[in-house]
């Protein structure tokens, strides 16, 4: 297997704080690899570490074969990065930034312009190109700013929480543009704090907290984490719920919890599809009505909580991320 972001031991201190503690990370090549944890947990510094703008205090790292050190000016023409905050010049059209970026790429004039175009299109920002961007709602300009880090098609891309703020609409509309990105053969890191995002578009997540991974697989395997899928049955009349609980507990995996007020079943189970198929046949057969049946799965959500449900909260990595920044962007201008 051919990774894409290998890091060892990263580890990272912001005056008393620690940010990184000994974080290890293994990305799949032309993979969705999706950061998750509270805020503080360290997602941003190691984003920050892995795209060049960060030192490590310790460990290693390599990003598209290349190390983050030693390597630094190589790596920076392979990959590309969309912080937290959109990174355009708002005095500029959308065009003139993109085609500034492409320039700054070295992709030279004519294909800088031929690629701006290309974006514009791809983006849904070729009718408002030529407007400054300083006049765009807070949707377009996050359009621009991952346009631009994708202006020299990177083989991996970082992007730091990249809809946070945006409504469903946008939200949706950039996550087909990222997937068609990881279709063409970029390797995505991304942070977010919308779960439903993570498990739209990752192959796999890394869940991390006061520096440290404390969960790894893909999202059906930390939902698996959770519990077992989950029945929700409910009867016609409240007095068949002894019977119904009597037919079903062949088929459960676990204790079944009855509602009396709801005249409803709580039932886990394994394969949850045929699982649903028997009950109803079960129930069917006796003449028990039902007026709602349904399959609830755990989700992503629900894996998060418990994951992290055990852990202290406070102020950690990104906290001292904001409180620091002004020393972390010294230091990447050195």
């Known amino acids: 297997m051919t990774h894409a972001i290998l890091a060892e031991g990263l580890s990272r201190r912001f005056g008393s704080t620690r940010a990184l503690d000994g974080l290890d990370l293994a990305v799949r090549e032309g993979s969705v690899m999706s950061l998750l944890g509270p805020n503080g947990s360290g997602k941003t510094t190691t984003v920050r570490v892995l795209s060049t703008l960060l030192r490590p205090d310790s460990g290693r790292a390599t990003v598209a074969g290349l190390d983050v050190l030693k390597d630094m000016v190589k790596l920076r023409r392979k990959i590309g990065l969309s912080g937290q905050y ?42 408002e190109a030529d407007r400054q961007v300083g006049g765009y709602s807070g949707g377009m300009r996050r359009r621009v700013d991952l346009a631009c880090a994708v202006i020299s098609r990177p083989e991996v891309l970082f992007l730091d929480e990249p809809t946070t703020g945006l409504d469903v609409r946008s939200r949706r509309a950039l996550w087909a543009v990222i997937s068609e990105l990881v279709g063409e053969g970029s390797t995505l890191l991304l942070t977010t704090q919308y779960l439903e995002e993570a498990d739209e578009l990752s192959d796999a997540i890394t869940v991390v907290d006061r520096g440290r991974v404390i969960a790894e697989g893909t999202p059906d395997e930390l939902k698996a984490r959770v519990g077992s899928d989950r029945l929700e049955l409910t009867l016609a009349n409240a007095e068949d719920l002894a019977t119904a609980r009597r037919l079903l507990a062949g088929i459960a995996e676990g204790d079944i919890t009855a509602d009396e007020k709801e005249t409803q ?63 972390a962007q010294k230091e990447h201008t050195r």
Do not use: K, Q, W
């Open 86 to 127: 959109a990174a355009v010049d708002e005095d500029l059209t959308a065009r003139e930034n993109l085609r500034m970026v492409g320039r700054l790429y070295h992709l030279g004039a004519s294909a800088a312009n031929r690629r701006a175009d290309e974006l514009l299109e791809r983006f849904g920002l070729a009718s």
């Open 265 to 327: 079943l709580v039932v886990p189970v394994g394969d949850g599809s045929e699982a649903l198929v028997a009950a109803i046949r079960r129930l069917d057969g006796e003449g028990l009505g039902l007026v709602g049946a349904g399959l609830r799965r755990p989700t992503l959500d629900e894996a998060f909580l418990v994951l992290t449900e055990d852990l202290s909260t406070g102020p950690h990595g990104e906290a001292a991320d904001a409180e620091h920044g002004g020393a």
